[in-house]
């Protein structure tokens, strides 16, 4: 075998040891937890009859854990609230459903970026430490109205 | 039946493929290695950009 040869075999299997190791810990550490543990479930058609979601908005937490709760409701093509103001500083942890098909839930600028399927409650904590005006976007191709479906976030101090 | 025939026409055949016609220490590897690891820095650069993207929204 080639000098050479030696070499990118060698660089190509450390890169693929490396990328299934990341893969591991990336699947399991800091909040990621395996399918069908510690997943909430709601019926989409009922996801308004849930007192969280029948009025969703910014929640103050009992939680130590976090500040506020966001509750957002992900419909087409809209989400509810259109607008919401969040503390600078807070630590928030964000919940989406959706009633109908799967939908994105990204806040720009920030992680905060997800898939919301039927069926299941998403969520993301996140530690608002910027002020700004913050556009939410849906990144799941839902139907004809897809790109007319945000939201605000606005950091305020 | 096909294997046995072909077999025979091998072994009548001057320009058998011999080992030393696969060698590759003499073939000159300089352009694809630097090729190789060129794809490869690149693969490697982009994944850390999007890793400090990430970590610096955290």
């Known amino acids: 075998m080639h000098k050479y040869e030696k070499i990118w075999l060698s660089f190509g299997t450390v890169s693929l040891a490396v990328f299934l190791l990341i893969l591991l810990v990336s699947a399991l550490h800091g909040g990621h937890s395996p399918a069908a543990s510690g997943i909430e479930t709601i019926h989409p058609e009922h996801v308004l009859d849930d007192e969280r979601f029948a009025n969703p908005g910014l929640y103050e937490s ?3 854990d976090y500040d506020y709760d966001l509750y957002f409701v992900a419909s087409a093509f809209r989400y509810d609230p259109a607008e919401v103001e969040i503390p600078v500083g807070s630590r928030v942890k964000v919940s989406v459903a959706t009633t109908d098909v799967i939908h994105g839930f990204q806040i720009t600028g920030t992680n905060v970026n997800f898939m919301v399927e039927p069926s299941l409650v998403s969520n993301y904590t996140y530690t608002f430490n910027h002020p700004g005006e913050y556009l939410v976007l ?5 139907g004809i109205g897809h790109t007319d479906m945000t939201s605000i ?3 305020v101090e | 039946m096909t ?7 091998h072994e009548d055949d001057s320009q058998v493929e011999t080992h030393e016609d696969h060698d590759h220490d003499s073939l000159n590897l300089k352009g694809t290695f630097l090729m190789v690891m060129a794809l490869g820095g690149t693969i490697v650069v982009g994944w850390v950009l999007a890793f400090l993207l990430f970590m610096s929204r955290m």
């Open chain 1, 153 to 155: 976030v606005k950091v």
């Open chain 1, 62 to 64: 009992d939680d130590p």
């Open chain 1, 138 to 142: 849906c990144n799941e191709y839902c």
């Open chain 2, 3 to 9: 294997e046995n025939k072909n077999h025979e026409i």
